[in-house]
């Protein structure tokens, strides 16, 4: 079965410091993957999306990236982080058999104080 | 431009009510549609999906929606709900073809009276 694992669950940064935040995933192989992003008491705000290894879609411009280095891992970073980054972030796996549903990851609450 | 409105911000119904929300989508395929719902501080639980066939889709926790291509919209129905049921709904469109994206509503959340 296909599993997402997305850590760490919650995570308290400083304003300037890096981030990164990972997610793998289990059961499949060669899936679309996303970051999205839900600030509070709004939507969901797509991030970035990948449909292969080193391949990424920017959604919106901002001091965040994303990476693609192993078929099933999706990396979600900065160099810098700002007050505004802070929310709760979803990382997202659909794999290639369409039909099929979008898994979520359990989130990670990000605070940048 | 592919987008997804979910007109009602919030919602309040009574515990036993039925209950429909509302989902319009702009999306230039036929798109792949789907309900989710979020529980506070939890990740998301899909309710549904519709990929094609018969356009009354029945989901879990009693819910169900129907497609209806000629309004673009996909709304969420159930006869009875319980206090359980208050959280966020969201509704998603996509992707047609592999590399397109999904897109989400803004959500509505639900307030059950009991």
């Known amino acids: 079965s296909q599993t997402i694992h997305q850590w760490p669950a919650t995570l308290v940064q400083p304003v300037g410091s890096p981030l990164s935040l990972e997610c793998t995933v289990e059961g499949t192989s060669n899936p679309n993957l996303y970051w999205y992003r839900q600030a509070a008491g709004r939507g969901l705000q797509l991030l970035f999306y990948s449909v292969g290894i080193g391949q990424i879609s920017s959604e919106v411009p901002q001091n965040l990236s994303a990476s693609r280095p192993q078929d099933r891992q999706f990396i979600l970073s900065s160099k810098k982080l700002l007050l505004s980054d802070s929310g709760f972030y979803l990382c997202?796996?659909?794999?290639?058999?369409?039909?099929?549903?979008?898994?979520f990851g359990s989130g990670t609450q990000l605070s940048v104080l | 431009a592919q987008s997804v409105t979910q007109p009602d911000i919030h919602i309040t119904v009574s515990e036993g009510a039925s209950l429909e929300l509302r989902c319009n989508y702009s999306?230039?395929?036929?798109?792949?549609l789907f309900w989710y719902v979020q529980s506070p501080g939890q990740g998301l639980q899909l309710l549904l999906k519709y990929f094609s066939g018969d356009t009354l889709v029945q989901g879990i926790k009693g819910f169900e929606a129907e497609f209806k291509r000629s309004q673009s919209s996909f709304n969420l129905r159930k006869p009875s709900v319980h206090w359980s049921d208050a959280a966020e709904y969201f509704c998603a469109v996509g992707p047609a073809n592999r590399d397109d994206k999904i897109i989400f509503g803004k959500g509505t959340r639900l307030h059950i009276l009991p």
């Open positions: 997202a796996c659909l794999f290639t058999g369409f039909g099929s549903k979008l898994f």
């Open positions: 999306y230039g395929a036929t798109p792949y």
